[in-house]
């Protein structure tokens, strides 16, 4: 990549003004923004899959973004080693900025996890919609308070690695895939018919602008590709973006890894995944251990089943081992599709015995971890809290928001209703999920609340 190109990828949408004396770089700068952001701290109280009250040993979104960070960096080091001197090579992202992209890709999840971005969802119907991925690109770019305008005011690099999906709301949703029907109370509906489509907001729309102008229009067209459900298929979808940048694609990995890996260290140190499960569910396919062995791995499905319901200590070694495995198999693919720039035409990608392996696991934890009905329940009580705040926040927000939001609520919603419940979804969405209880606590338990309480 050109220098002049390097110099347009670290401008931002306000002041690219330095300070005097500044040493740190444009990436170095993204990152120290995003750590001391409040956002990023609020990650801390957020559940990531196990509920929050269970341990202090389970991962919150914080601990998970952290880990997903220094896979991340990972990934990048041994791509920076695999393609030293080639021509992949110069469009590989910086290391700190490969860092601050890996630790904001969660910082717009709601409260409870999947059941809150259902619920948003479901509140904002009519408004379009809410979608995590969508919302972190939206905290980045507008609602933090670094700057008066422009949220953190991220490089334009930064903003490229976390838009997963580069395809607005409008341009993905399809209306028929929500159950427009709801039980006796607006919060009783199924969570899959509410699952929003994978996407970034109407909202902003000329961030996503600014991220891509650098882009050849051709190269634009490609990458905001969409693809539709199969014809045949016999519930009603929502569309799907196709591409993602490079830099995206390696913060994608990462996540991958450390969810199929790092849930399931929790599963097994929980009791929710036993041995026999293990081996059940690895009974036909023990073939994916000894199909990825190689230097940095020699495992079988016993050896592997014997550390991680053995002793913590081989617990831990063996999935260190296991990430290990999947961190120096890394490569890049090229991406289908003629793209002019070699940050779309490239993606980060496992071989496909290393990714089998992977998705096996995650497979396992997806069956017995997050669908288990007792996490579902749970997920389900994070659905009706949020629904049902939204509902008395939006019945009369001038009544129930707090002062500094009701603030921008009046300026909002004198443009627009739209607007204005942008402002309720962005409030309700910001929340922890400690917050998001006390305060539905405060609304709706008649003996809890004081006018003397502070959330």
């Known amino acids: ?270 009791g929710m995944l036993t041995r026999s499960m293990w081996m059940d569910h690895f009974e036909k396919s023990a073939h994916l251990f000894y199909d990825c062995r190689g230097a940095t791995f020699n495992g079988s499905l016993q050896s592997v089943a014997d550390s991680l319901f053995g002793e913590s200590y081989k617990r831990k070694e063996c999935i260190g081992m296991l990430v290990h495995l999947m961190i120096t198999s890394v490569t890049l693919a090229p991406q289908k599709g003629n793209f002019k720039s070699s940050l779309l035409r490239y993606k980060a990608v496992l071989p496909p015995t290393i990714e089998a392996l992977r998705k096996a696991i995650f497979d396992l934890v997806m069956v017995k971890v997050i669908k288990h009905e007792n996490v579902q329940i749970l997920e389900f009580k994070g659905q009706k809290l949020v629904v049902e705040l939204f509902s008395v926040l939006a019945s009369d927000p001038m009544r129930f928001l707090s002062s500094s939001t009701r603030e921008i609520y009046e300026k909002r919603a004198a443009i627009s209703e739209k607007d204005g419940m942008r402002v309720i979804c962005d409030y309700v969405s910001g929340m922890t999920d400690d917050y998001a209880t006390r305060l539905y606590e405060k609304i709706f338990v008649p003996r809890k609340g004081s006018i003397f309480d502070r959330l």
């Open 1 to 270: 990549m050109s220098h002049s190109n390097t110099d347009k990828w670290a401008q931002r949408r306000g002041s690219n003004a330095r300070r005097p004396e500044e040493i740190r770089t444009e990436w170095k700068r993204d990152l120290s923004r995003l750590i001391h952001s409040s956002p990023f701290r609020r990650l801390q109280s957020k559940t990531q899959v196990l509920g929050l009250g269970e341990s202090d040993f389970y991962r919150t979104r914080l601990t998970h973004s952290m880990e997903v960070a220094q896979i991340g960096d990972g990934l990048l080091t041994q791509l920076d080693l695999k393609y030293a001197d080639k021509e992949e090579s110069l469009s590989l992202p910086d290391h700190d900025l490969m860092q601050a992209i890996c630790l904001a890709h969660d910082i717009g999840h709601p409260p409870f996890g999947h059941g809150g971005e259902v619920a948003l969802n479901y509140c904002m119907k009519d408004f379009d919609g809410f979608e995590g991925n969508g919302q972190t690109l939206r905290i980045l770019s507008r609602l933090d308070k670094y700057t008066a305008d422009h949220g953190l005011d991220p490089t334009r690099r930064l903003l490229l690695g976390v838009l997963k999906y580069p395809v607005r709301y409008s341009s993905l949703v399809n209306k028929k895939a929500y159950n427009v029907g709801s039980g006796p109370q607006n919060w009783l509906f199924k969570s899959s018919d509410y699952k929003p489509p994978k996407c970034f907001l109407n909202s902003e729309d000329e961030v996503v602008e600014f991220a891509l102008e650098i882009f050849t229009e051709a190269d634009r067209k490609l990458f905001t590709t969409v693809k539709s459900n199969k014809a045949n298929d016999p519930k009603p979808a929502h569309k799907k973006a196709v591409y993602k940048a490079l830099d995206t694609t390696i913060m994608d990995l990462a996540d991958e890894i450390s969810y199929s890996l790092h849930d399931l260290e929790d599963a097994i140190s929980l």
